[in-house]
């Protein structure tokens, strides 16, 4: 039996500077929900800063899973969100949420909570250079 699930892939810039990077992660994520039993119904995509909570394909994907008891999968925490703010959306759902890095299983409040604020400091870091 498949479990219905919607991919999300996220570059901060345009198609033409990361050209390859949402080829990799829907590769990537679509590897995981073979291996996993996961039927991917979508992706969602787009080329947004990972700082900006307000993104509008983010929220779709969310907002999805959510209403369709959907499981979320994303490659990395980092192609999901580079902000701390975020966890005030997902908190109440991490049971929807997988990371393709973490394996199949829901993300434990500390792994989540370390791997945005590495995401975060991250951000912060390039924006500086």
Avoid at 104 to 109: A, G, I, M, V
Wanted: proline share 2%; hydrophobic share 35%.
């Amino acid at each position: 039996m498949t479990k219905k699930a919607y991919g999300y892939m996220r570059a901060s810039t345009n198609p033409k500077l990361q050209k390859n990077s949402i080829e990799i992660q829907k590769s990537v994520i679509s590897k995981f929900a073979q291996t996993h039993g996961y039927e991917i119904v979508d992706y969602f995509i787009e080329y947004k800063s990972g700082a900006d909570d307000s993104r509008v394909m983010f929220n779709k994907w969310l907002n999805t899973c959510v209403s369709e008891n959907a499981v979320a999968i994303s490659w990395k925490i980092d192609r999901m969100s580079r902000s701390l703010g975020v966890f005030k959306k997902i908190q109440n759902h991490l049971h929807l949420l997988r990371f393709c890095e973490l394996g199949d299983q829901e993300p434990s409040l500390l792994t989540l909570s370390v791997l945005l604020g590495v995401a975060h400091q991250e951000r912060i870091n390039t924006s500086t250079r």
